[in-house]
């Protein structure tokens, strides 16, 4: 059963040039100098109840604001978007008692109060009756550890720390579906692990539809079956994440610091993609040369000081969607 | 319902840890308080009665007046929005099952709340003992003073929740915000001088604006300046503007939404 279908969704934003002051601010309300920028432009998709779907793209690709148009915040320019048979941003207040939202880069907590205090606000704004409620703090408290967390104010818990208390805030009234804008963002690579667990526990055992925003294509390989993949407002990818890879992903990285300059580097079946001083970037197809056959001709010939491997970035792959040509 | 009075609850604990500012606060007000007390004081030596008004009454007055005018240092709701459309944090307001009008008045009743509680009824107390004031000639007096003071409280939040609203078209709402509410507001109100003192010209205007109902009303009920029926009256046109002001911001609040544009995440 669909639970989220967005059809030729579209968002403009009207940028004027305002310049400051009082009098000439008031003025913004009036000037006709402006441009259009289209922050998404033409998406589709249908989500089933229960998926836990990656949304990616590079900065400024359009998740956001995806994002706040799914959770009723803004109103499209054009297209539909239909949840739950409700239009999210017409049936706001009863629609939001139905979703969870976290955004990675603010919190929805009250800075000044304890942790505590605001989950007992949250309780009354989404009126959740107490048994629920006692069940559901004792349930994230386990599995998130809350325990020594919840006595602090907001404003002095770290940022892993802050988001571990932010999911359980937008978790507690049992939504059906869980929006995350960029969860992980800024957070250490334990952290990250953490997060991404979580979520999928929380999908897996409660049921919860998950839509997860990220630049970083670790959130979301082994934790969403379905992955969309936004560029400049358009969806260019649509399926899972194993087709990606085979197809676009093969490509590795080695990033090698020589010991000492040379004026020209060839190796077979390596591209030396970038050059910063002694520092050299060799990109290889995975399926044509395995990366210790790249380790042993590159220290044939020359002299290495340091290396690492690296996996595609988002921006990598995106790069490589467009150049085959496979923008469906 | 319930779920305003938390953010009441929450609003008046929060504002328990700005403890020092508030004394200091308070301390200001009184100093400004006996100047006014002083200069009635001169100016009414040797006269016994202007405008209906002797020195007793007109010191009552002040006094309730500058009382009053507490709810404007205080509640700066208009600011409150502003900070919450520059930061995005309404983003987070308007992800839940709340009205953001009905939110922010609850949050402005818990604040207030305490100022009443630790600004306002000791000002009143001290100038009362001190001074000598004026009680309200009875129970229903009293009765009545106090709707009309949360009249006029109301009428004061949504004159600042439309202004605040502004902030969603406008980059820049401090100039509104200071001309209306700390120039228009006060001159209108009544908070410095009763409004019979006012010229006819300006008594008039004052009669026809919503700011004579947030001061003036509940402070000429207070000192016997308006009895009997004429308070029934009063009290029906304070209900009539706070019941137009809150729909009014209604109405530009859900037309804000529509143009409602937060960038980042
Ligand atoms: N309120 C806004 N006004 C103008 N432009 C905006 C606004 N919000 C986002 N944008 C622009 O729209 C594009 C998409 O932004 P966003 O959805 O935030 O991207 P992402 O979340 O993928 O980084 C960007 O070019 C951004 O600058
Ligand atoms: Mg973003």
Redesign the interface.
């Known amino acids: 059963m669909s639970i989220i279908k967005v059809e030729h969704l579209c968002k403009q ?1 009207k940028v004027r040039e ?1 310049p ?3 009098w000439r ?2 003025g ?2 009036f000037s006709r100098t402006h441009h259009i920028i289209q922050a998404v432009d033409d998406v589709n998709f249908t989500l089933q109840r229960g998926d836990m779907v990656g949304y990616i793209g590079a900065n400024g690709a359009g998740k ?1 604001t995806t994002i ?1 148009m799914l ?5 499209p320019t054009s297209g539909k978007i239909d949840v739950m048979g409700l239009t999210p ?1 017409q049936h ?3 629609y ?2 139905r979703i969870g ?1 976290v ?6 907590l ?1 800075w ?2 304890p942790v505590m ?1 605001s989950f ?2 949250l309780k ?4 959740i009756p107490e048994r629920t409620y006692k069940q559901n703090l004792a349930f994230f408290s386990e599995l998130l550890q809350l325990d020594c967390l919840t006595s602090m104010p907001v404003r002095t818990l770290s940022l892993g720390e802050r988001m571990r208390c932010d999911l359980t805030a937008a978790l507690l009234h049992n939504p059906e579906i869980l929006y995350l ?2 969860p992980t ?1 800024g957070l250490d690579v334990v952290a990250k692990e953490q997060v991404r667990q979580f979520l999928q526990r929380v999908n897996a055992e409660r049921q919860v539809t998950v839509i997860l925003t990220t630049h970083d294509l670790n959130d979301v390989e082994k934790i969403c079956q379905r992955l969309l993949i936004i560029d400049t407002g358009r969806i260019i990818y649509d399926g899972g994440i194993d087709a990606l890879k085979q197809r676009y992903g093969r490509t590795r990285m080695l990033i090698v610091d020589l010991a000492r300059a040379y004026s020209k580097i060839q190796i077979e079946n390596v591209d030396v993609i970038r050059r910063e001083g002694n520092r050299i970037w060799l990109a290889f197809d995975r399926d044509t040369i395995s990366a210790s056959e790249v380790i042993t001709r590159v220290t044939a010939h020359y002299e290495i000081q340091d290396l690492t491997i690296s996996e595609p970035e988002i921006e990598e792959i995106v790069r490589k969607i467009y150049q085959s040509g496979m923008t469906d | 319902m ?2 305003y ?3 009441a609850a ?1 609003a008046f ?2 504002t328990l ?1 700005y403890r020092f500012e508030l004394w200091v606060e308070l301390f200001i007000n009184v100093l400004f308080m006996l100047i006014y007390v002083y200069l009635w004081k001169a100016l009414y030596n040797g006269r016994s009665a202007v405008e209906g008004y002797d020195l007793t009454r007109i010191l009552t007055y002040i006094v309730v007046s500058q009382t009053l005018l507490s709810f404007h240092f205080t509640l700066r709701i208009a600011r409150v929005i502003e900070e919450k459309v520059r930061t ?2 309404v ?2 307001d ?6 953001f009008q009905l939110m922010l008045l609850a949050t402005g009743v818990g604040t207030t709340f305490h100022t009443v509680l630790f600004n306002m009824l000791p000002k009143l107390l001290l100038f009362y003992v001190g001074l000598r004031l004026l009680l309200p000639g009875s129970i229903l007096t009293v009765g009545v003073f106090i709707i009309s003071v949360m009249l006029g409280f109301v009428i004061l939040f949504n004159i600042e929740f439309l202004i605040g609203i502004l902030a969603f ?4 709402i ?3 915000y200071f001309a209306v509410i700390w120039g228009i507001s006060w001159f209108f109100s009544g908070y410095f001088l009763p409004l019979e003192h006012y010229p006819d010209l300006l008594a008039k205007m004052a009669e026809y604006l919503p700011f004579q109902a947030i001061i003036y009303s509940p402070t000429a009920i207070y000192v016997g300046r308006i009895t009997g029926s004429a308070m029934v009256g009063v009290l029906l046109i304070q209900l009539f503007w706070a019941v137009v002001l809150m729909g009014l911001g209604r109405f530009a609040y859900l037309a804000a ?2 143009k ?3 960038q ?2």
Do not use: C
Request: glycine share 12%; net charge positive; proline share 1%.
């Open positions: 934003f305002r400051a002051g009082f601010g008031l913004g309300l956001s706040k959770t009723g915040i803004l109103v941003y706001r207040r009863q939001t008692r939202v955004f990675g880069q603010r919190t929805q009250w000044d109060l205090d007992e606000l009354h704004i989404y009126e804008d960029e963002i | 319930r779920k009075l938390a953010f929450n604990q929060r840890t995005g944090e983003v987070t308007l992800m839940k099952p709340i009205d078209w406008v980059v820049e401090r100039g509104i939404l529509r409602l544009a937060i980042g995440g």
